[in-house]
């Protein structure tokens, strides 16, 4: 039997770490992944489609590296991404020509335009670190769900983003096509 | 409890509380959030340094922005930012003078402008053209086909559709109706052709402004622009004074019939309009006036810290006062030179 006058002031001392821990925010515990409700609108040259999030999750998916930079040098990244390609979600409706443009807009009334040749991943500029343009190497465009194995959060652009990501951590890509909160991939013809 | 152990609980939920960073051990700063554009971050960390040294108690943030998305942090983005400061005034009661909600008053209903700029075309010792280009010749060095030009993209910056203008402006100047098409809009395909009417030059750009050949470049922003320049991928850049003055560059001044930095040719500067090729942007449309390059500064209404916020606003005032190599030239006396704009003026 374990003598209670040793036992006690060391259970004590724990129970006030905890209590004090969980005053002060340090132990909150962990809140739990919750499905957001959000639709993704695909509009084809002739077709339309809506996906729930949860319907965009059960594609294929696909993942890499993604780190951006703004238009004034602030690097964000690099993270892992997990997502769906942008290419695949656009076959749904029927796909995009090569003069077609794609319309990519999101919650807030922001809009960005890519080509047909950005959609297989060409055409952007690429920096390292100390953001020096480099050769593109193999980039790919998905609108992502997942950063770093987490739910994409609201604050990063999620639940649905739009990102441009790579095989390797140390490539870093214009800022200005990831687009945040993304609810609607529209194609028109050029 | 034993005196030990009552003392053993103690340390260890202090030395807990320490390691968990739930006790603050330095006096709590106030947080000063500013979102200035990006052309007036080289001078606004001279700025917050000696802000920050004559108010220890504030720890200024600054977060560079193009001036659009600068104003949409508060606006569209509903974030509660200190100051706001941008490089294209029209741009403050355009988005900011309308209710933060129903019923609540505007975001702002005034801006102070500060200071003012004019594009120049910067360039480097390695340029083609380099040892024969001035100020009278600027517009046939860049012409040739052999002379690479870069500007910032007109869809994420200011000075990318302020270059257009000021090409277009330079034809009308030099009366050579051909050059906006040498310099830049014949690198396009289909080409980028002004269209004039009625006494005024207006460009239409392309949903995606991607050059045909290798004569024209397009970056994001300036520094990228800059860094293409220091590279040798292009030999000119179309770019604000204070930027390539900061930046150490050569430099040509050009026209203030055409240069975008002079109050007194406003009237000018409104003969040429550029029409982006989509609105990226819900909340500002697609159209862009030329007029002068003024820079202005306000105080968002949500300001978390508006007391702070002035103190801050007053501080830039009187720092940018003073003509400063790097940065904006200050507000000289003559036509539009008032200081403050209120929503009634």
Known sequence: MIPVHRTAPALL??????????????????????????????????????????????LSPDEGYGYSVSTVGIKYGPNRYRGVLLADLIDMTGGAGEDDLIYVSAEDGYL????????????????????????????????????????????????????????????????????????????KSG | MTRPAAFLAVLILAAFAASAGCTETTPERTVLTVVPAGSLLLPLEEVEAAFEDQHPDIDVRVEGHGSIQAVRQVTD??????????????????????????????????????????????????????????????????????????????????????????????????????????????????PLTPARAEGVTAITLPERMRPAD???????????????????????????????????????????????????HADDYRKVQVTLGFQRFRSVGSERIGQPIVYAITVPENAPHPDEAHLFLDFLLDAFQKERAGWPAPMDAGPGAAMAYHATD
């Open chain 2, 77 to 190: 983005l509903g974030r509660e930012i200190d100051v706001v400061a941008v490089a294209d005034a029209s741009l403050i009661p355009d988005m900011m003078y309308i209710p933060m909600g129903e019923g609540e008053g505007n975001y702002t209903d005034w801006y102070a402008s500060f200071a003012e700029n004019e594009m120049v075309i910067a360039y480097t010792d390695r340029s083609t053209g380099a040892d024969e280009i001035t100020a009278e010749n600027w517009h046939h060095i860049l012409a040739r086909p052999d002379v690479r030009v870069g500007f910032s993209n007109p869809m994420l910056d200011a000075c990318g559709y302020r270059a257009l203008m000021v090409t277009a402006l330079a034809g009308e100047h030099y009366s050579e109706p051909g050059l906006f098409g040498a310099i830049i809009g014949g690198s396009f395909d289909p």
């Open chain 1, 13 to 58: 001392a724990l129970v006030l770490v905890g209590v004090a821990a969980l005053v002060c925010g340090c132990l909150a515990p962990e809140t739990a992944i919750e499905e957001v409700a959000w639709n993704l609108t695909l509009a084809g040259e002739e077709e339309e489609k809506v996906l729930t999030l949860a319907e965009v999750r059960a």
């Open chain 2, 214 to 264: 290798g004569k024209v470049a397009i970056r994001d922003g300036s520094i990228y622009l800059l860094s293409l320049l220091d590279a040798g991928g292009i030999d000119y850049a179309f770019e604000y004074r204070s930027v390539a003055e900061g930046h150490g560059l050569r430099w040509i001044d050009l026209p203030p019939e055409i240069n975008l930095g002079s109050r007194a």
């Open chain 1, 112 to 187: 960005w335009v890519f080509d047909a040749a950005q959609l297989r991943g060409e055409e952007f500029f690429t920096f390292d670190e100390n953001l020096k343009e480099i050769t593109a190497p193999p980039l790919r465009v998905i609108l992502a769900y997942e950063q770093d194995g987490e739910p994409l959060a609201y604050g990063d652009g999620g639940p649905l983003r739009l990102v441009v990501i790579t095989e390797t951590p140390d490539v870093i890509t214009e800022g200005s096509p990831w687009v945040k909160w993304v609810d609607r991939v529209e194609v």
